[in-house]
Nanobody, 128 residues
Framework: QAQLVESGGGSVQAGGSLRLSCVAV????????MGWFRQAPGKEPQGVAG????????YYGDSVKGRFTISKDNAKKTVYLQMDSLKPEDTAMYYC?????????????????????RGQGTQVTVSS
């Protein structure tokens, strides 16, 4: 059964960095879009960053542009999210997800729950 396994969350002070990893188990990596969503308590899910697994191209949510970088390792079926210059407002549960998509921008605007696969989430906490 296809699944996504996240790691790398934790607690950090504002201005610090964290790197999240998402390993695809099974054939889910063959889907077109893979990336990250986040949800803070009491707030709606938000698309963070996405990448094409079978090609080139990435897209970022406005709130993380210039601070976060998404990348992939096809041999390891792994997508990474390098988060720099973290802010307290980045505090959330971060979920990896994967699905077919028309464009990454469109994919990030969809509710993450409808993806073919979604991980259990990893908590990121940024203190001021």
């Amino acid at each position: 059964q296809a699944q996504l396994v996240e790691s790398g969350g934790g607690s950090v002070q504002a201005g610090g960095s964290l790197r999240l990893s998402c390993v695809a188990v099974g054939d889910i990596y063959s889907t077109k879009c893979m990336g990250w969503f986040r949800q803070a308590p009491g707030k709606e899910p938000q698309g963070v960053a996405g990448i094409y697994t079978g090609g080139r191209g990435a897209y970022y949510g406005d709130s993380v542009k210039g601070r976060f970088t998404i990348s992939k390792d096809n041999a390891k079926k792994t997508v990474y999210l390098q988060m720099d210059s973290l802010k307290p407002e980045d505090t959330a549960m971060y979920y990896c997800a994967a699905d077919d998509c028309l464009t990454i921008e469109w994919w990030l605007l969809r509710p993450p729950a409808i993806n073919k696969a979604r991980g259990q989430g990893t908590q990121v906490t940024v203190s001021s």
